[in-house]
């Protein structure tokens, strides 16, 4: 069953502009940073509210290895009572996953799908001493 949108996510040109933006403009704070496998800067969370956040990404930056992505649209995170059960949800309906259930480095577990138009969604159930929760 999914519960709410957990977050969305954006590739940033300029990470200063953008905390700018959303801190200063518009009022948000910021929660946690999560680095890459390299202990690069990889995604910064701003809380909007309790339990919704806004995921930036700085630019080009996926995981361990850099991947060229423009800004804007990255990804819509829908949180979700068990992911096991929505990844078999998917199954039923013959939609495939893009990446099968697994654990971040946020210790959040989830899957991803996409859209018939390619954009990417992802399922997470959260753990309870996730950063998200902490925050």
């Known amino acids: 069953m999914i519960k709410g949108i957990a977050h969305l996510a954006f590739t940033v040109t300029d990470m200063d502009k953008a905390l700018e933006?959303?801190?200063g403009g518009l009022g948000f704070s910021k929660a946690f940073e999560l680095a890459d496998d390299n202990?690069?800067?990889w995604i910064v969370y701003l809380k909007v509210a309790p339990g919704q956040f806004i995921e930036l990404f700085y630019d080009g930056v996926r995981g361990a290895a850099p991947i060229?992505?423009?800004a804007g649209y990255a990804h819509l995170c829908l949180e979700v009572d068990d992911i096991e059960d929505i990844a078999q949800q998917m199954a039923d309906a013959g939609i495939p996953l893009d990446i099968p259930v697994q654990q971040g480095k946020d210790m959040n577990r989830q899957c991803w799908?996409?859209?018939p138009d390619g954009n990417r969604i992802e399922f997470m159930e959260m753990h309870p001493e996730s950063p998200q929760n902490k925050a």
Do not use: S
């Open 113 to 115: 799908v996409k859209d």
């Open 68 to 70: 060229p992505k423009q």
């Open 39 to 41: 202990g690069k800067p």
């Open 21 to 23: 933006f959303y801190i």
